[in-house]
């Protein structure tokens, strides 16, 4: 069986709570805040605060009043966490991805709560929802920031505002806003990108993507297949002086009615359903931005050759970034999927019990705090053994670290968390190797060979 060091790891986690302590002023916030967050990436399922305060033998009061009225910053420990990542997963080629996420909730009461599309549930429901920042590069992922979207019929109500605790200065903030703040924001506090990626919501708007290209970085954001714009080679015969609306503009998804750029097929990524092969075909493109255009780019075309669905991108990545480049930017939204996933599943982020916003707030950077510990343990423990680890993995072994009262317990507990983990990824490597056979046949049926397939890469010292 695997060895694994637990009092290593035990360590770690005192370590990694530590780095906090700066943030954190007086002696019985710095307790509630490593109790807080030990409940949330502990064991139990279900991370309420009552069940946090009694894992901990401390009564639920201190708990609620140190969301709700302790002095304690919590802005201050979101920007720990952008630090650390930024000081431990530095990269020329990191990624930033936005997305937002959206969670149930019934009544009127909580903070920002309204009728709206709720991805969770993929419909229209009451809900809250909060937009996110993620960071990859380098084979690690983890979301760095999320902040609470608070609708325009919220910030104009200053009744309800007042009950819900809602500051006086914050404005109304759309959700591109929001994004562009955290965006600029990481940047200040020394998180350097190089790409910005994020789905047709904030792909389609002009005035977001003119923002990030302004920002200094090259972008590779989804587009609605209805986009429409021109083909530089149709511009260039018109000529750069010809009446606007002599143009042929043509939405993304009928550019080419016969012939076109080629297609080239990849590789995209491995599932536990077995490898993901899409075709690409890139070419210059300008869109179309009311009576004008934004300037030339790039449009890169996705076709799913086992779904038959498609997607496209754009990109204002300089003249001579490869296919492959924009293809790996493209199809790195995954990651920030997992990063909610996570989030909810592991961390309790739709946990929360209170209703006004400064303990809403609090829970969510407290969140973002112990999701970066399980998205640390997770990259290290995967890089330094043969497993392949998930979240609730870690999460596991840090209940292991909590629920232990003795050495000898301790001890026990933690070779059976590593018998259980051993079986479940022996289980795992073997679906997923059935899996994979099924898909590679019916590739072979389409006469593709996965295996001398390319995969997108970042790698381009050009750039």
């Given at each position: 069986m695997y060895k694994l060091d637990g009092e290593a790891f035990k360590g770690r986690l005192a370590e990694y709570l530590g780095e906090f302590a700066a943030d954190i002023k007086t002696a019985p916030s710095r307790g509630h805040f490593r109790n807080y967050v030990k409940g949330l990436i502990g064991g139990a399922e279900r991370k309420n605060v009552e069940r946090m305060a009694t894992d901990a033998k401390i009564p639920v009061h201190t708990l609620q009043q140190f969301l709700a009225c302790y002095a304690w910053d919590a802005e201050a420990a979101g920007r720990r966490v952008r630090r650390l990542v930024a000081s431990r997963y530095q990269s020329p080629d990191a990624i930033a991805i936005i997305d937002e996420t959206g969670v149930p909730k019934k009544g009127e009461k909580t903070a920002g709560v309204q009728r709206q599309y709720c991805g969770a549930r993929g419909k229209i429901e009451n809900s809250v929802m909060f937009v996110g920042l993620a960071y990859a590069a380098a084979g690690f992922h983890a979301l760095v920031d999320l902040d609470l979207y608070l609708p325009q019929a919220w910030a104009e109500d200053k009744a309800r505002r007042l009950e819900a605790g809602i500051p006086e200065r914050l404005p109304f903030r759309s959700k591109l806003d929001l994004s562009l703040k955290q965006l600029r924001e990481a940047m200040a506090e020394g998180m350097a990108f190089r790409w910005v990626t994020a789905d047709e919501?904030?792909?389609r708007s002009s005035g977001w993507r003119r923002s990030v290209s302004e920002l200094g970085l090259w972008y590779v954001v989804e587009v609605p297949k209805d986009l429409r714009g021109w083909l530089p080679k149709r511009m260039g015969r018109l000529g750069e002086g010809s009446p606007v609306e002599l143009w042929e503009l043509r939405a993304v998804s009928d550019l080419w009615r016969r012939g076109g750029p080629s297609w080239a097929t990849y590789r995209v990524k491995e599932t536990e359903k077995g490898p993901e092969v899409w075709e690409i075909r890139v070419t210059r493109f300008v869109a179309s931005v009311n009576a004008g255009s934004e300037?030339?780019?790039?449009?890169?075309?996705?076709?799913n050759l086992l779904t038959d669905e498609m997607k496209y991108f754009l990109s204002n990545?300089?003249?001579?970034c490869p296919a492959s480049a924009l293809g790996y930017v493209a199809f790195s939204r995954w990651r920030v999927e997992h990063c909610f996933k996570d989030l909810k599943g592991e961390v309790g982020l739709d946990h929360f019990e209170v209703h006004k916003y400064r303990p809403l707030v609090r829970h969510l950077k407290l969140a973002l705090v112990g999701m970066l510990f399980l998205a640390m343990e997770r990259k290290s423990l995967h890089d330094g053994g043969p497993w392949l680890w998930s979240a609730k993995a870690v999460r596991e072994l840090v209940g292991v670290v909590l629920y232990s009262v003795t050495a000898k317990d301790f001890a026990q507990r933690w070779k059976r968390a590593l018998e259980v983990r051993e079986y479940y990824e022996t289980r795992r490597k073997a679906a997923t190797a059935s899996h994979s056979k099924k898909r590679l046949?019916?590739?072979?049926?389409?006469?593709?060979?996965?295996?001398?397939?390319?995969?997108?890469?970042?790698?381009?010292?050009?750039?």
């Amino acid at each position: 069986m695997y060895k694994l060091d637990g009092e290593a790891f035990k360590g770690r986690l005192a370590e990694y709570l530590g780095e906090f302590a700066a943030d954190i002023k007086t002696a019985p916030s710095r307790g509630h805040f490593r109790n807080y967050v030990k409940g949330l990436i502990g064991g139990a399922e279900r991370k309420n605060v009552e069940r946090m305060a009694t894992d901990a033998k401390i009564p639920v009061h201190t708990l609620q009043q140190f969301l709700a009225c302790y002095a304690w910053d919590a802005e201050a420990a979101g920007r720990r966490v952008r630090r650390l990542v930024a000081s431990r997963y530095q990269s020329p080629d990191a990624i930033a991805i936005i997305d937002e996420t959206g969670v149930p909730k019934k009544g009127e009461k909580t903070a920002g709560v309204q009728r709206q599309y709720c991805g969770a549930r993929g419909k229209i429901e009451n809900s809250v929802m909060f937009v996110g920042l993620a960071y990859a590069a380098a084979g690690f992922h983890a979301l760095v920031d999320l902040d609470l979207y608070l609708p325009q019929a919220w910030a104009e109500d200053k009744a309800r505002r007042l009950e819900a605790g809602i500051p006086e200065r914050l404005p109304f903030r759309s959700k591109l806003d929001l994004s562009l703040k955290q965006l600029r924001e990481a940047m200040a506090e020394g998180m350097a990108f190089r790409w910005v990626t994020a789905d047709e919501f904030y792909g389609r708007s002009s005035g977001w993507r003119r923002s990030v290209s302004e920002l200094g970085l090259w972008y590779v954001v989804e587009v609605p297949k209805d986009l429409r714009g021109w083909l530089p080679k149709r511009m260039g015969r018109l000529g750069e002086g010809s009446p606007v609306e002599l143009w042929e503009l043509r939405a993304v998804s009928d550019l080419w009615r016969r012939g076109g750029p080629s297609w080239a097929t990849y590789r995209v990524k491995e599932t536990e359903k077995g490898p993901e092969v899409w075709e690409i075909r890139v070419t210059r493109f300008v869109a179309s931005v009311n009576a004008g255009s934004e300037g030339e780019g790039w449009l890169l075309i996705a076709h799913n050759l086992l779904t038959d669905e498609m997607k496209y991108f754009l990109s204002n990545a300089p003249d001579n970034c490869p296919a492959s480049a924009l293809g790996y930017v493209a199809f790195s939204r995954w990651r920030v999927e997992h990063c909610f996933k996570d989030l909810k599943g592991e961390v309790g982020l739709d946990h929360f019990e209170v209703h006004k916003y400064r303990p809403l707030v609090r829970h969510l950077k407290l969140a973002l705090v112990g999701m970066l510990f399980l998205a640390m343990e997770r990259k290290s423990l995967h890089d330094g053994g043969p497993w392949l680890w998930s979240a609730k993995a870690v999460r596991e072994l840090v209940g292991v670290v909590l629920y232990s009262v003795t050495a000898k317990d301790f001890a026990q507990r933690w070779k059976r968390a590593l018998e259980v983990r051993e079986y479940y990824e022996t289980r795992r490597k073997a679906a997923t190797a059935s899996h994979s056979k099924k898909r590679l046949r019916r590739f072979m049926d389409m006469g593709i060979d996965v295996n001398r397939l390319p995969t997108f890469t970042l790698g381009n010292p050009a750039l």
